[in-house]
């Protein structure tokens, strides 16, 4: 189907250990993001892409590692979780300044 | 870190009623967007704001953009429960990064 996907929409993982969250667009946009969402904070951006290997930090990229290989994929890792990395996050794609989001992952680190 | 400011945080309204959203910056936009979100969902795009002045209608939903691209509102006249949600306001300063604000959670009672 065509759009944006993540995966996998909820995630438990431990303090230490490395997850990664898989984003997938089928529009080939150029522009691929990654927002996390908290309570008092809304959206904040951490990493984005500009295109196929070319990446940048966002707002608050501290712990987190990003890839971009190929257009349509835009993984985000957490290298060792931590509790403050508890979040729903979210991948965005754009071809301009209007982003079409995902439905977002539900991390929790115990 | 651009900042942008949303008010109110938090707008509780009975069915019928009308509500505006305000968003604000010191700063000039490129382009401003107005998102809602629902519970467990992904931002969705309502609406993108560019020219100074403009005003955009989508049935119930009036957006207008100030005169200097420093800030925008949202007005929904004759709220229903179908628009419960959080509203947020994203600008772009150029570079296809979006600064959301923390947004505005909006309850339609019936």
């Known amino acids: 189907d065509a759009g944006i996907t993540q995966s996998p929409r909820y995630k438990i993982t431990e303090t230490g250990r490395q997850v990664t969250l898989m984003c997938h667009q089928t529009?080939?946009?150029?522009?691929m993001f990654w927002y996390r969402q908290d309570l008092g904070h809304g959206l904040r951006l951490i990493y984005y892409?500009?295109?196929?290997?070319?990446?940048d930090k966002g707002e608050v990229p501290d712990g987190y590692v990003v890839s971009r290989s190929k257009t349509e994929n835009f993984p985000l890792t957490l290298e060792s979780a931590t509790r403050s990395q508890t979040s729903v996050y979210f991948c965005?794609?754009?071809?301009?300044?209007?982003?079409?989001f995902g439905q977002g992952t539900r991390l929790t680190v115990v | 870190t651009q900042l942008l400011e949303q008010s109110p945080q938090f707008l509780s309204i009975q069915e019928g009623e009308n509500l505006t959203v305000y968003c604000n910056s010191s700063?000039?936009?490129?382009?401003l967007q107005w998102y809602r979100q629902e519970p467990g969902e992904g931002p969705v795009l309502l609406v993108t704001?560019?020219?100074?002045?403009e005003v955009k209608k989508l049935k119930r939903l009036t957006f207008q953009f100030g005169d200097a691209r420093k800030d925008s509102s949202l007005h929904i006249t004759a709220a229903q429960p179908g628009d419960t949600g959080l509203y947020l306001c994203?600008?772009?300063?150029?570079?296809?990064?979006?600064?959301f604000g923390a947004g505005t959670t909006v309850t339609v009672r019936a």
């Open positions: 965005a794609s754009s071809e301009g300044f209007e982003a079409f």
């Open positions: 529009w080939s946009h150029s522009y």
């Open positions: 892409s500009a295109a196929a290997d070319i990446t």
């Open positions: 700063s000039v936009f490129s382009s």
């Open positions: 704001v560019v020219t100074g002045g």
């Open positions: 994203a600008g772009d300063w150029g570079d296809y990064k979006l600064s």
